[in-house]
């Protein structure tokens, strides 16, 4: 099949919706399109149908043991808002203190200091060079006013996969609410909130082949019961957490998207993964000076993550483009020109961590695009060190740091 240009490999901002979810969806924006609180007529139960069928597919993909246990949201920002604000208030009685991790998407690392600004104490923890926060380190930072530890289940930008499970018993033993945002590793990973002790879990169908605009919060049920103050007041809807008239397209195409996931997973992530491993060994094989990013093991199969010195990643992105679209950090904060503070906090110089290009694999990449990334990737990086006397001065054996750059 003819390459089309431009080639995404940035499905760690967003996914293609997957065809096969499209289809699902579009009837209940049409001829099904009752409402499912309508308890009194056909439009109604079959809307209501539809979503009590969507909430079982997903309470299956991340090991729920009750569907009621998942309450809809519009995405991942809005069911970590909930879970973190929601916890907040409900257990203020209890204590005031929260711990997290500094690698936290914005959505985690906003709220929270919105929760400080209200009275709570958080304390964010460093991670390790490959970007994995210590257990123990949660364990020294829980105070008998802890009452939430939230750590994400696998980072946007490096991949790394956290030790949920031994977060999760961390959390029973101590017992304080364990969240985790699983935006980026539901569907990619297995995920069973029984087995790791997670308590309330965020995720998002966007990143997971479904359509934007919604997402789901699980909020355990039993063992302990969990319970949140809502962010929205309205109708009551899902058991008073958060009302409003739910997107039934959208949960459809979402309950299609965890069956889909569910069903593909195992065949889908080890050919990812060797897709991704093919793309890191030609990209690392033919530059010099080109660092991985994050833990090379405990990663996503679909992540590549690469620092190249001397260059700086958005020139990378600006020489690739027209034909391919990368990223150099999440795409939330590609807007601004600061460097990645996920990089920094693995201990990466400054310069590195301007220097970081995000390559993220998806469903429908193929074996010919990831060698003409490569291809392309490796031509910009030498073009542009090319012209940067930096990476000249380096190559002569000048060391940089020791060069007094201010005129008299
Ligand atoms: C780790 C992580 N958390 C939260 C979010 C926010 O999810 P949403 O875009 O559905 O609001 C994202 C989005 O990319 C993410 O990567």
């Known amino acids: 099949m003819a390459l089309k240009f431009p080639i995404f490999m940035d499905a760690q901002s967003t996914t293609p919706c997957d065809p096969r979810v499209v289809e699902a969806m ?7 399109f009752g409402h499912p609180a309508s308890r009194n007529h056909p439009f109604g139960w079959e809307a209501e149908g539809a979503v009590d069928a969507a909430r079982q597919k997903l309470a299956r993909l991340i090991g729920a043991r009750d ?11 809005e069911a970590i808002n909930l879970a973190l604000k929601g916890a907040a208030e409900m257990y203020r009685e209890k204590g005031n ?29 460093p991670v390790g060079p490959g970007g994995l926060v210590d257990v123990d380190e949660v364990r020294k930072a829980i105070t008998n006013k802890t009452i939430l530890v939230s750590v994400m289940f696998a980072n946007n930008e490096i991949g790394t996969l956290q030790d949920i499970a031994g977060l999760g018993r961390l959390a029973k033993e101590k017992g304080v609410i364990f969240h985790t945002d699983a935006t980026q590793a539901v569907g990619k990973v297995p995920v069973n909130v029984e087995a790791l002790g997670v308590d309330l879990l965020s995720c998002t169908a966007h ?52 069956e889909i996931c569910e069903e593909i997973m195992p065949e889908e992530s080890a050919r990812l993964a060797t897709l991704r491993d093919r793309l890191q060994d030609l990209i690392l094989s033919s530059v010099d000076e080109a660092f991985l990013n994050g833990d090379p093991e405990r990663r996503l199969p679909q992540n590549l993550n690469i620092s190249f010195a001397y260059v700086e990643g958005e ?30 906090a693995l201990g990466a110089s400054t310069e590195l961590a301007h220097s970081s290009i995000r390559f993220s694999l998806h469903r429908f990449n193929t074996e010919e695009e990831v060698e003409v990334v ?3 990737t490796i031509e910009v990086v030498k073009r542009l060190r090319d012209m940067s006397p930096l990476y000249e001065l380096a190559k002569e054996g000048v060391d940089l740091k020791s060069i007094q750059w201010k005129a008299e």
Do not use: W
């Not at 991790?101 to 304390?123: H, M, N, P, S």
């Not at 990378?316 to 391919?324: A, Q």
């Open 97 to 125: 203190h929260i711990v997290t991790t500094v690698i936290e998407q914005r959505a985690g690392l906003d709220t929270c200091k919105r929760l400080e600004r209200q009275g709570f104490e958080v304390t964010y923890l």
């Open 207 to 258: 990143l997971m082949y479904g359509p934007k605009g919604v997402g789901a919060l699980y909020v355990r049920r039993k063992g302990p019961r969990v319970r949140l103050a809502p962010m929205i007041d309205g109708g009551g809807h899902e058991r008073g957490m958060r009302s409003g008239t739910l997107p039934v397209p959208l949960i459809v195409g979402f309950g299609r998207a965890a």
């Open 374 to 376: 490569a291809k392309r």
């Open 26 to 32: 579009l009837p209940y924006f049409t001829e099904k």
């Open 315 to 344: 020139s990378v992105l600006m020489g690739l483009n027209r034909e391919t679209a990368l990223s150099s950090g999440s795409a939330c904060t590609s807007a601004t020109l600061e460097p990645s503070y996920v990089i920094a």
């Open 67 to 77: 569907p009621k246990e998942l309450v809809f949201t519009s995405g991942g920002t």
